[in-house]
């Protein structure tokens, strides 16, 4: 594919993957450029992040909004000024409506629209606090030896939709919260991008829910 692909990048709090995207688009290392970064949260530091790489961002705090749909209806009519081909979820924690991931699925590039990066096997966990989840601090189940890192389509599911790549992270006897999200992170940095350059390049298609990537 010869253009860059167009994203705009959903945040709800820090952004450290945002950063890790913008740093990978600026130097080239993924055929891709940020076209806006939306949040629903004033004082997420995303925003921060975004400002630092000089990239357009609107927020739109969803307790101002009467209902979803209303929310995402919003957003939409913020980003018709900005043309994008993804939407990629990066600490976004908010559900998306069924309409809104229907209206993003991609015709040109025959994928869903929408893609999501989460701190577990989502066969195994769904929602937040994945990484507490592997060290058995939830009720979902006991402490893991590892984890697996998971990149996704979303459907409307909660972290349901079709798989895209998995990387494996180790969780040592020892481990703290901290340091397992500290070496978990740095994989979701590299596996997030490395997927959005599969999806830049046309590596990547759809048999039924079934992702195929030809690398």
Same mark, same amino acid.
């Given at each position: 594919?010869?253009?860059?692909?167009?994203?705009?990048?959903?945040?709800?709090?820090?952004?450290?993957?945002?950063?890790?995207?913008?740093?990978?688009?600026?130097?080239?290392?993924?055929?891709?450029?940020?076209?806006?970064?939306?949040?629903?949260?004033?004082?997420?530091?995303?925003?921060?992040?975004?400002?630092?790489?000089?990239?357009?961002?609107?927020?739109?705090?969803?307790?101002?909004?009467?209902?979803?749909?209303?929310?995402? /209806?919003?957003? *939409?009519?913020? !980003? &018709?000024?900005?043309?994008?081909?993804?939407?990629?979820?990066? $600490? #976004?924690?908010?559900?998306?409506?069924?309409?809104?991931?229907?209206?993003?699925?991609?015709?040109?590039?025959?994928?869903?629209?929408?893609?999501?990066?989460?701190?577990?096997?989502?066969?195994?966990?769904?929602?937040?606090?994945?990484?507490?989840?592997?060290?058995?601090?939830?009720?979902?189940?006991?402490?893991?030896?590892?984890?697996?890192?998971?990149?996704?389509?979303?459907?409307?599911?909660?972290?349901?939709?079709?798989?895209?790549?998995?990387?494996?992270?180790?969780?040592?006897?020892?481990?703290?919260?901290? /340091?397992?999200? *500290?070496?978990? !992170? &740095?994989?979701?940095?590299?596996?997030?991008?490395?997927?959005? $350059? #599969?999806?830049?390049?046309?590596?990547?298609?759809?048999?039924?829910?079934?992702?195929?990537?030809?690398?």
């Amino acid at each position: 594919m010869a253009d860059r692909l167009r994203l705009v990048v959903f945040v709800s709090g820090g952004g450290t993957n945002l950063e890790a995207i913008a740093r990978n688009c600026a130097s080239g290392a993924i055929p891709c450029e940020i076209a806006a970064v939306v949040s629903n949260r004033a004082d997420a530091y995303g925003l921060t992040r975004a400002k630092n790489f000089g990239l357009p961002a609107i927020v739109l705090d969803d307790r101002e909004f009467p209902s979803r749909e209303a929310h995402e /209806a919003a957003i *939409e009519q913020a !980003l &018709a000024a900005h043309p994008y081909d993804l939407i990629v979820l990066a $600490g #976004w924690m908010r559900m998306l409506t069924a309409g809104f991931i229907a209206r993003h699925f991609n015709r040109r590039l025959g994928l869903p629209g929408i893609v999501n990066i989460h701190p577990a096997d989502t066969a195994a966990y769904h929602g937040a606090h994945g990484y507490e989840f592997a060290l058995g601090l939830t009720k979902k189940g006991p402490r893991l030896t590892q984890t697996k890192i998971t990149v996704h389509f979303i459907d409307d599911g909660m972290d349901t939709g079709p798989v895209i790549a998995q990387r494996t992270v180790a969780v040592r006897p020892d481990d703290s919260i901290d /340091a397992l999200k *500290e070496r978990g !992170l &740095a994989v979701e940095w590299e596996v997030y991008s490395q997927v959005l $350059g #599969w999806i830049a390049r046309g590596q990547v298609r759809m048999s039924g829910r079934q992702v195929i990537v030809e690398t």
